[in-house]
């Protein structure tokens, strides 16, 4: 396995979806994800997100499930990313990481984890991952 690095900016759509009637009145959020990823990781994706807001300004949190499409610095294929992450107090903490076993095509064996930041309204990826040597 090689320790790769690859980082960009990327494009969310984000579209409000309804909530099932179980969880309504929960406070819970569901939304739809749509992304353009541009630099090492030129790939589409679409997936679902679950967000809770509290009362206090800056504290949230959410879950969601993404399926990557693209090409990773000349590898081809498809690969799922899993986040779940909180702000406390306008201090994230991130945790989004490839399904294991979820790379297709000469993505096969991808793990990794992936950091996002927000730099002036601007999305941007961080994503240390791996792929087996024979890829």
Request: aromatic fraction near 14%.
């Given at each position: 396995m090689t320790d790769k690095q690859a980082s960009g900016p990327f494009e969310v759509k984000l579209s409000p979806e309804p909530i099932s009637s179980i969880a309504d009145g929960t406070g819970l959020g569901r939304m739809?994800?749509?992304?353009?990823?541009?630099?090492d990781l030129k790939a589409t994706s679409q997936g679902e997100m679950l967000a809770?807001?509290?009362?206090?300004?800056?504290?949230?949190?959410?879950?969601?499930?993404e399926t990557v499409t693209g090409s990773i610095q000349g590898h081809d294929g498809s690969f799922v990313l899993?986040?779940?992450?909180?702000?406390?107090r306008g201090v994230p903490e991130q945790s989004i990481t490839v399904v294991p076993d979820s790379g297709t095509g000469s993505?096969?064996?991808l793990a990794g984890r992936m950091t996002?930041?927000?730099?002036?309204?601007?999305?941007?990826?961080?994503?240390?991952?791996?792929?087996?040597?024979n890829i």
């Open positions: 739809s994800l749509d992304k353009t990823f541009h630099g809770f807001r509290t009362s206090v300004q800056g504290s949230a949190g959410y879950v969601a499930m899993q986040h779940s992450s909180t702000m406390t993505l096969i064996g996002i930041t927000i730099t002036d309204g601007q999305h941007f990826y961080q994503f240390d991952y791996t792929l087996p040597d």
